[in-house]
């Protein structure tokens, strides 16, 4: 059974960083492509980072330079890193997990989803 398992959120002046991850059991880990996504209120879930079995990563245009994953493949965990917040930040953050090895952005391909973390950053 696939587990993904987030920790990390809170609550944050803007401005100021956080560190999230993600734990999985249950898959062969290092083979596979895992990102983090995000849901704000009234809208969608939206692609925030990834990083491929090959430790190649993807971002979210707006969200490079602020934002940072890595995996760690001995640890199963997955991290984001996520530094000068801003209120337009807080949202959901859901880990999630694609039995293939290299990031795509659309959420209809990741096959295992965590249950989510809030991350709200105060203005």
């Known amino acids: 059974q696939v587990q993904l398992v987030e920790s990390g959120g809170g609550l944050v002046q803007a401005g100021g960083s956080l560190r999230l991850s993600c734990a999985a059991s249950g898959l062969t880990f290092s083979r596979n492509a895992m990102a983090w996504f995000r849901q704000a209120p009234g809208k969608e879930r939206e692609f925030v980072a990834g990083?491929?079995?090959?430790?190649?990563?993807s971002y979210a245009y707006s969200l490079k330079g602020r934002f940072t994953i890595s995996r760690d493949n001995a640890k199963n965990t997955v991290y984001l890193q996520m530094n000068s917040l801003k209120a337009e930040d807080t949202a959901v953050y859901y880990c999630?997990?694609?039995?293939?090895?290299?990031?795509?952005?659309?959420?209809?391909?990741?096959?295992?989803w965590g249950q989510g973390t809030q991350v709200t950053v105060s203005s």
């Open positions: 990083i491929g079995s090959g430790d190649i990563t």
């Open positions: 999630a997990a694609d039995l293939q090895g290299v990031v795509v952005r659309a959420r209809h391909v990741y096959d295992y």
